[in-house]
């Protein structure tokens, strides 16, 4: 934007075109137009990272603040996201949880912790996870994985499942009897195979 003739600073297009040639601005009007022009540029760069996928609260605030913007400037635009819905973490934590289950499924610890490290306050977090079949979900990543360990023995079949289920977050019970499960489908599965 020129001033008086001399280079001023850089407004984005929808504030240029609010402009004319030879209009008269205060200090004020110069002042409203470089913060409306900020926010313009937050609300950009916000739209773009959530383009790529949907963020927690907490997530877009750091990336917004990683990119250098105020904080305090940063506020207006996440409540302005928040009322059209953009942004919303009751929304984001189902759609976590729900995705997960179908690509990769784990248990209710390691997704409440990977929720938990997103920012999602516990009360969503709790909403998301309440009606998930942890069961289900722990036999279909176990049967997965269960394919590659045919023909093992029940210790070394119990402890690589074990492992696994262990490590998405799967309680020991839960394990025990889902590895148990598999066992005996996989013994009565072979003893169908012809010789």
Not at 133 to 148: I, L, Q, S, T, V
Request: contains cysteine; proline residues 3%; positive net charge.
């Amino acid at each position: 934007m020129f001033l008086d003739g001399k280079y001023a600073f850089g407004i984005t297009r929808a504030n240029a075109e609010t402009l004319q040639i030879g209009m008269k601005l205060t200090s004020s009007d110069i002042d409203r137009l470089k913060e409306k022009d900020q926010e313009n540029r937050i609300l950009s760069a916000a739209l773009k990272s959530l383009s790529y996928r949907p963020k927690s609260e907490n997530e877009l605030q750091k990336k917004l603040e990683q990119k250098g913007f105020d904080p305090e400037q940063i506020t207006p635009v996440m409540d302005r996201l928040k009322q059209h819905r953009l942004i919303n973490d009751n929304d984001f934590s189902a759609m976590w949880v729900e995705n997960q289950t179908n690509f990769r499924p784990r248990g209710k610890r390691l997704l409440s912790l990977e929720l938990r490290k997103k920012g999602v306050g516990e009360e969503n977090i709790a909403d998301s996870l309440k009606d998930l079949d942890e069961e289900r979900a722990a036999f279909e990543c176990a049967a997965r994985y269960a394919r590659r360990l045919q023909g093992l023995d029940w210790k070394t079949f119990r402890a690589k499942l074990g492992g696994h289920l262990s490590r998405r977050g799967f309680g020991y019970d839960l394990t025990s009897q889902v590895i148990r499960k598999l066992w005996q489908e996989i013994q009565i599965s072979d003893e169908d195979q012809p010789l």
